[in-house]
């Protein structure tokens, strides 16, 4: 299988040398990250040519050198600025590179829960756009790809294999972590790129598979305008720039023969069709902004955990999913990453500092009930959002059972980095943590998984996209990301994006 820095096609470009590049394609599809490979490689193996766009540029495996910085740089949009504002300020993290977030997730897949499916199809209607066994069909396709498959007892880490203890002690259903990835070598630098290609990016082979079978790809390009004529898109206007300097590298227009598939997320997607006077007739477009805000305990442990060995997440749970609308997942990184986390300043930090090789991490992610909604800002996007009181109540005590696994695992203390608690809980004062405050201003969420601003649905009055995934006044836009998404998932959504798109791809290559 190659990596993407191995590819010298011509028909890779990142500039052009002089004036505007003009040039078509059967279709264009904007995005490559899970849900834009994925199309890209289904619409090519079904014979159609193809033109990818990308904002952000094909990271060399070279560059992954395990920094922070250097992945947020690279690999991160607005170098990792990005944030929802509400009551509180939470940071949206995203991908902007060939792969998208495939490259800086931990590479966690999750079949779509059928409950989750029947609410979508009862309350939404989304029933003609797909149905179940076209789901599986496409899951099995793409496990089958990326080589999905349990993480390996050899790379767990002490940091999941002490919270399966835990979690098995107090009775509390967990799972080893489903990832796609071969050879992983326990590494924990799945959140800043994979530096020995062993997780499964899409990279690393839908893109360019896809280019095999004769696409083009053009990154390093943002999509400015889809240009409509009669009431169908006809081309997308786009421009090379420098994704680290900002230097313009030329223009480029590509005229769609076919269609022009969408796939830039819930945040650049409507923002993208805004700009172009697109799917605004319903008045829904932008709205329903859903995503899985989430915050981490760290504890300490008697006996070294070092985080920074290991599957960076290898245990998770959904136990309290449907009840208490919460997800949990271990979180491994390295020290940069982690001492951002460690409280104290000066003699104390250094203090706490020296105790980070006894630290254990994880995450709570939050199903919440909250919608915001999404606007374009020049050329960036206005996210606002804010959590309710449900959505915090449910973060409270889904870090208060964290708190429970971890002592039962052997944790000494638990440090909560919630505002208005003392910075470290002993084993016996976890119960303080049901008097934290239900004020979102006093926890450090950051959210990762986006869904909603073009809802999917048959009726163009309630919805962006109709069932045949082409937007509903404008013919040959097409939209295949989690923007579609009705509500939140409940689980980590690659998996399901990428399902979705497949299937939305096929339909497409067949209308």
């Known amino acids: 299988m190659n990596s993407g820095e191995e590819i010298t096609s011509d028909r890779v470009f990142d500039r052009v040398s002089k004036g505007d590049l003009v040039t078509d394609a059967d279709y264009v599809v904007i995005g490559t990250g899970p849900s834009g490979a994925t199309a890209a490689r289904v619409l090519s193996e079904a014979g159609y040519e193809v033109a990818m766009i990308e904002e952000g540029r094909w990271i060399r495996t070279d560059e992954f050198d395990g920094k922070s910085f250097s992945a947020q740089k690279n690999c991160f949009r607005e170098i990792g600025t990005v944030a929802a504002i509400g009551k509180n300020i939470i940071p949206v993290i995203q991908g902007r590179c060939v792969g998208g977030g495939s490259i800086i997730n931990s590479a966690i897949i999750w079949r779509m829960p059928h409950d989750v499916f029947e609410r979508w199809t009862s309350e939404f209607g989304i029933g003609d756009a797909l149905a179940w066994e076209a789901l599986e069909a496409a899951f099995d396709i793409i496990e089958s790809d990326l080589n999905i498959k349990p993480v ?261 203390y638990i440090i909560p980095n919630i505002y208005g608690l003392p910075p470290k809980l002993g084993k016996d004062e976890i119960n303080k943590i049901d008097e934290a405050p239900l004020d979102p201003r006093s926890y450090t969420m950051i959210m990762a998984h986006l869904f909603g601003t073009c809802r999917m649905g048959p009726d163009p009055k309630k919805s962006v996209v109709g069932t045949d995934f082409q937007v509903h006044d404008t013919l040959g836009v097409f939209i295949l990301d989690s923007s579609i998404f009705p509500t939140n998932l409940g689980v980590n959504p690659q998996h399901t994006i990428m399902a979705f798109s497949h299937v939305g791809a096929k339909k497409i290559a067949h209308q």
């Open 152 to 412: 390996s007892e050899q790379v767990m880490g002490r940091n999941s294999t002490l919270m399966l203890e835990g979690a098995n002690k107090l009775g509390i259903s967990s799972r080893v972590i489903s990832r796609n990835e071969r050879g992983c070598q326990g590494l924990a630098q799945c959140l800043t790129g994979c530096p020995i290609k062993a997780k499964q990016t899409v990279d690393l082979n839908y893109v360019t598979w896809s280019l095999e079978k004769g696409a083009r790809l053009y990154h390093s390009c943002r999509a400015e305008l889809i240009k409509v004529k009669g009431g169908r898109a006809r081309s997308v206007i786009a421009s090379f720039e420098d994704p680290l300097t900002g230097e313009s590298r030329g223009s480029l227009i590509v005229h769609a023969r076919k269609g022009i598939v969408v796939c830039a997320t819930p945040v650049q997607t409507p923002c993208l069709l805004w700009r172009s006077g697109i799917g605004l007739s319903s008045g829904h477009l932008g709205k329903h902004f859903f995503a899985h805000p989430g915050q981490a305990l760290i504890c300490v442990y008697p006996d070294e955990v070092r985080l920074w060995e290991g599957a960076t997440q290898g245990w998770e749970s959904e136990h309290f999913r449907k009840e208490w609308k919460v997800k949990f997942e271990t979180l491994g990184m390295r020290l940069d990453l982690l001492s951002s986390r460690i409280p104290g300043v000066g003699a104390e930090f250094k203090k706490n500092v020296l105790e980070a090789r006894y630290m254990g991490n994880v995450g709570c992610a939050v199903v919440c009930q909250a919608e915001g909604k999404v606007r374009p800002l020049g050329k960036r996007a206005s996210i606002s959002y804010g959590l309710g009181k449900e959505d915090v109540y449910n973060l409270r005590r889904g870090l208060k059972k964290i708190a429970e696994i971890m002592v039962a695992a052997g944790a000494e």
